[in-house]
Nanobody
């Protein structure tokens, strides 16, 4: 089970940290992905933390602003979002898959948490 939280309203240029708490399995057993869906748009890949090697990767458009980290003791993965823009407004989801490497398409991810809404005002 996954639970994402930490969304809210933030001004452009601000920062927000989302959390994804994993229960039922340990972080070492899964890869975690972050996705988002803006109003009227398809869900898109944000970034992932791969079980294999603990590597992270991000959507090209978000590199340098978004960072994924984890706290294994809390079984929680974080998405730090900096220099937020109005176009970052979306519902953010975390997903998991029991694999060392998982593709960025959302169909590759089996387990999903409920989304958390991030609204960036201009």
């Amino acid at each position: 089970q996954l639970q994402a939280f930490g969304g809210g309203l933030v001004q452009a240029g601000g920062s927000l940290r989302l959390s994804c708490t994993v229960s039922g399995y340990a972080l070492r057993d899964v890869s975690i992905g972050w996705f988002r869906q803006a109003p009227g748009k398809e869900r898109e890949f944000v970034g992932r933390l791969l079980r294999s090697g603990g590597r992270t990767s991000y959507a090209d458009s978000l590199k340098g602003r978004f960072t994924i980290s984890k706290d294994s003791a809390k079984n929680t993965v974080y998405l730090q979002m900096n220099s937020l823009k109005p176009e970052d407004t979306a519902v953010y989801y975390c997903a998991a898959q029991r694999a060392g490497w998982v593709g960025i398409q959302d169909s590759n991810w089996m387990y999903w948490g409920q989304g958390t809404l991030v609204t960036v005002s201009s």
